[in-house]
């Protein structure tokens, strides 16, 4: 094809030149502008981002060893160690001048990385993908993993939930589970604390390679870097094991003034689920000592009376009465002390029998967003994901950021 011409002789032949050229311009934009529109993901990364997880804290010392060869550099010190596959586990131990390892002091951070495509880094009896931070706070170790996002992933689904269930309800919580840890890498405090979420329950479950399997693996790609915006913003994708047939608003749950997409509802989806309904039975001296192991120092307990609820009807106000006076406090900070194992749910009743404190309640977790056992219903009941991510995050738009 020819190129186009624009020449200039005279004076006369001006005008004729500037349509021209703004002709194509219009034209080139025109083109441009359907070659973005028709593009997946415009705007968006190709890769995965990379997260930082704590997977330890707290240790004197850990062993460390890798499927293949793989190397430990301090990361404030110039020294580097490179091992072969074949090498025995290497133990990593806290001490007064810093972390020791292989008979020599790196400072107060390590990384320990892989070498070659197929090896995986093993931290215990658990080996993970990218790499590992080791940090020495204070007296005790800190475990970190980096790893992309999408292979984090890999190994929170199973923790989660069953990769089994209904194939919409995986999709919704997996977009979910992506947006959660997106949110994460958005907060600043990890400047300081040198990582972006924990491997437990206080974030999301991750147990590494080992909490991977194929189904896992392929529900997380089919919905690669899907996330939940609104008003252009990831969302706050918090999500439970059961809402006992009401979901909570964040703004109940842990104060502010919460978002529209996490709102107080009710949810009987969840109703035959094994979590739905609860009963926890604890002697009145052993709640106390309870207690007290947790740094609340009380008297002989009396009576625990619940003084304010809000809108799903979970406590948020608790006053305990004992031989030294009453302590008030709220709903979730009684269950944390007492553990969320045993006091499942804040959306409970409490009375005194005898010697013993018996709760019943519904639900398991805080029932903030969504609601594991609900999805689960929802996906067999012939919901879309899309469906069920609007139930729980109404309002949220699903979009694909990389």
Known sequence: MSQPRFIVKTAKDAPMKRIRWENGLFLLAVFLFFIILCTPGYGASTSSPLIRVKILKDKS?????????????????????????????????????????????????????????????????????????????????????????????????????????????????????????LKKLQDS?????????????????????????????????????????????IIEAKYHACCGGYS???????????????????NNFCSKSPYFSWEFKIEAEKLRELLKEKGLILGRLYRIRLLEFDQSRRVKRVEIQHQEGKTELTGTKLRELVGGGDLKSTLFTVERFAADFFFKGRGWGHGVGLCQEGAKVMGEQGYTYEEILEFYYPGTLVEIIY
């Open 189 to 233: 405090s990890s400047r300081t604390t040198g990582y972006h979420v924990s491997s437990e329950q206080e974030d999301q479950v991750y147990r590494g390679v080992e909490g991977e399997d194929s189904l896992s693996r392929e529900r997380v790609n089919q919905t690669r870097g899907k996330v939940l915006t609104y008003l252009g913003e």
């Open 61 to 181: 010392r850990v062993e460390v060893r890798a499927t293949g060869s793989y190397s430990i550099r301090a990361l404030n010190l110039a020294r580097e160690l490179s091992f072969p596959s074949s090498h025995s586990a290497l133990t990593i131990e806290a001490s007064q001048q810093g972390i020791r390892a292989s008979g020599e002091i790196w400072g107060r951070e390590v990384l320990i990385r892989p070498e070659g495509g197929n090896s995986l880094i093993r931290v215990d009896s658990r080996r993970y993908r990218g790499q590992i931070i080791v940090q020495q706070k204070g007296s005790l170790l800190e475990v970190i993993n980096e790893l992309p996002l999408e292979e984090y992933l890999w190994g929170v689904i199973k923790a989660e939930i069953s990769p089994a269930w209904p194939r919409a309800c995986v999709l919704a919580f997996t977009i979910a589970a992506r947006t959660y840890a």
């Open 248 to 266: 909570a608003s964040l703004g109940d749950v842990w104060g502010g003034e919460g978002y529209p997409y996490l709102v107080a509802k009710p």
